[in-house]
């Protein structure tokens, strides 16, 4: 190895600890491509430990039964509506504090803090006494067959009912990174998830006095992990691991904060409600055709958000820059951000969409040897694959986006390009068209490239420069 190439690889190595021991760093200044890879690897590392636990959680709960794996994809699917509230909430809390942060307003960026996780909690609230109460109503809406409902219900309820924890690990990791406290919030998914996969198999299938729960162990073992993790989370913000620190005299309502935190909060919880209720429509436009076809699909999604996952920590490291750049009144640093970021997910994704389309059967098969399970799977990683260039530069520009504050303008696209249009060509290509299951993986990437297209269009128009929180 030449000297050069060692002085490369020791720099790359030095900014990789860097990066994951979370020194702090100023992101309004000094290189671009230094900033995006800080920022960028523990975000990385931390959606990958997401999606790795995804990849193991379904191993494990397909040895139950189809009818298991089928409850966790309708489950979820539910579920997803928590999501669209916990990362509405999330994108305001990244926004406003990387703006209080890039202004050097570190009060602001704690009062900020506190009042977003009043807000989770008030929220969290409410859809823990729906998720306990009618746990086989919200599956029976889902179009899921008696047996499955008595078989699963108790993972519905368990989830649901600890929602809790799914809210604050989305809005207090949310806190840290729009702080640029990006290897807190990679350490604390690093926790939850390890937990997760330590626990799933023991409270799945037993261990010593512990008993066979099956499908409900998933969720149980889940919910444990998150908690843990929800407790550290705590600890890092009232010890002031990061740059946010807060104490308990901080924990009362401030209008002012509360009212502007809403506001930038609604563009965001408008457009994942819209988007992730269109995946609750796909779900169900799906269980038309089968519990096996259902299974196929819930581990096709699975295995792409593996690899979907590293895509949206780097446009989450873009969200910051945006975010930061913008309080520190540099909007062409801010663009330019962007534009790199997206680059290096295109580049990314583009690899990976080769890999999925070529080895698809393969993957599936690891999962289930039911060949309508993986015939379907495939077809739905495959066709989903060839769009994955377009879904990386969607992704970092719609976060750019809600970096900015700007929640609204995503909000608009995901309306048109899935209510007006990727649910209407799905249930007519699936159902009218007869075209079966691949209507439905067709509207999912074409839905994807859409966003693509109008997002950079009306990004480069420059409007999310002039936006305040």
């Given at each position: 190895m030449?000297?050069?190439?060692?002085?490369?690889t020791t720099t790359?190595f030095?900014?990789?600890?860097q990066?994951v021991?979370?020194?702090d760093?100023?992101?309004?200044?000094?290189?671009?491509r230094k900033?995006?890879?800080?920022?960028?690897i523990?975000?990385?590392?931390?959606m990958l430990?997401?999606?790795?636990f995804?990849l193991?959680?379904?191993?494990?709960?397909?040895?139950?039964s189809?009818?298991?794996?089928?409850?966790i994809?309708?489950?979820?699917s539910?579920i997803?509506l928590?999501?669209?509230?916990a990362?509405?909430?999330?994108?305001a809390?990244?926004?406003?504090?990387a703006?209080?942060?890039?202004e050097?307003?570190k009060k602001?960026a704690?009062?900020?803090?506190v009042?977003?996780?009043i807000?989770?909690?008030?929220?969290?609230?409410?859809?823990?006494?729906?998720g306990?109460?009618?746990p086989?109503e919200?599956?029976?809406?889902m179009g899921?067959?008696l047996?499955?409902?008595?078989?699963?219900?108790?993972?519905?309820?368990?989830?649901?009912g600890?929602?809790?924890?799914i809210?604050?690990l989305f809005?207090?990791?949310?806190i840290?990174r729009?702080?640029?406290n990006a290897?807190?919030?990679?350490?604390?998914?690093?926790?939850?998830?390890?937990?997760?996969?330590i626990?799933?198999?023991?409270?799945i299938?037993?261990?010593?006095?512990?008993?066979?729960?099956?499908v409900?162990?998933?969720a149980?073992?889940?919910?444990i992990?998150?908690?843990?993790?929800?407790?550290?989370?705590?600890?890092a913000?009232?010890?002031?691991f990061?740059k946010?620190?807060?104490?308990?005299?901080?924990l009362?309502?401030?209008?002012?904060?509360m009212?502007?935190l809403?506001?930038?909060?609604?563009?965001?919880?408008g457009?994942?409600?819209?988007?992730?209720?269109?995946?609750v429509?796909?779900?169900?436009i799906?269980?038309?055709?089968?519990s096996?076809?259902?299974?196929?699909y819930?581990i096709?999604i699975?295995i792409?958000m593996?690899?979907?996952m590293?895509?949206?920590?780097?446009?989450n490291a873009?969200?910051?820059?945006?975010g930061?750049?913008?309080?520190?009144?540099?909007?062409?640093?801010a663009?330019?951000s962007?534009?790199?970021?997206?680059k290096?997910?295109?580049y990314f994704?583009?690899f990976?969409?080769?890999?999925?389309?070529?080895?698809?059967p393969?993957?599936?098969?690891?999962?289930?040897e039911?060949?309508?399970?993986?015939k379907?799977g495939?077809?739905c990683?495959?066709?989903?694959?060839?769009?994955y260039?377009?879904?990386?530069?969607?992704?970092?520009?719609i976060?750019?986006?809600n970096g900015s504050?700007?929640t609204?303008?995503?909000t608009?696209?995901?309306?048109?390009?899935?209510?007006?249009?990727?649910?209407?060509f799905?249930?007519?290509?699936?159902?009218?068209?007869?075209?079966?299951?691949?209507?439905?993986?067709?509207s999912?990437?074409?839905?994807?490239?859409?966003?693509?297209?109008?997002?950079?269009?009306l990004?480069?128009?420059?409007?999310?420069?002039t936006?305040?929180?």
């Open positions: 030449s000297q050069d190439n060692q002085q490369s790359i030095q900014l990789f600890k990066a021991t979370g020194k760093q100023d992101f309004t200044s000094g290189s671009l900033a995006i890879f800080l920022l960028s523990p975000m990385i590392l931390e430990m997401e999606s790795i995804a193991v959680d379904i191993i494990y709960v397909s040895q139950v189809v009818n298991a794996v089928a409850t994809g309708l489950t979820e539910v997803t928590v999501y669209a509230v990362i509405g909430l999330s994108m809390a990244t926004a406003v504090v703006r209080r942060i890039g050097k307003d602001g704690s009062q900020a803090a009042q977003v996780i807000l989770g909690f008030a929220v969290a609230m409410i859809i823990s006494v729906i306990i109460l009618y086989k919200i599956l029976g809406l899921a067959e047996d499955l409902i008595e078989e699963g219900y108790g993972y519905t309820q368990i989830l649901l600890g929602n809790l924890t809210m604050f809005l207090i990791n949310a840290f729009g702080a640029g290897s807190i919030a990679m350490w604390t998914l690093i926790l939850s998830n390890g937990l997760n996969i626990l799933d198999p023991i409270f299938f037993g261990f010593g006095p512990i008993p066979a729960y099956g409900e162990g998933a149980i073992a889940t919910t992990g998150r908690g843990t993790a929800v407790v550290w989370q705590l600890i913000l009232f010890y002031g990061g946010i620190k807060i104490a308990f005299r901080d009362v309502i401030k209008v002012t904060v009212v502007n809403i506001k930038v909060s609604l563009g965001g919880i457009q994942f409600l819209i988007g992730t209720s269109s995946w429509f796909l779900m169900r799906m269980s038309e055709f089968g096996e076809v259902l299974a196929g819930t096709a699975r792409m593996f690899t979907l590293p895509a949206w920590g780097m446009s873009a969200a910051t820059l945006v930061q750049n913008l309080g520190a009144k540099k909007p062409d640093r663009e330019k962007v534009w790199i970021t997206g290096y997910a295109a994704m583009g990976v969409s080769v890999i999925y389309v070529i080895f698809a393969t993957f599936l098969s690891w999962f289930s039911d060949p309508v399970v993986v379907n495939a077809l990683l495959q066709i989903i694959a060839a769009g260039i377009f879904y990386a530069y969607g992704m970092v520009i976060q750019s986006f504050g700007d609204k303008t995503p608009y696209i995901n309306f048109v390009c899935f209510w007006l249009f990727q649910l209407p799905a249930y007519l290509a699936a159902i009218y068209f007869d075209l079966g299951p691949m209507g439905v993986f067709l999912i990437t074409l839905a994807e490239v859409l966003i693509a297209v109008i997002g950079i269009w990004f480069k128009k420059g409007k999310w420069k936006v305040q929180v």
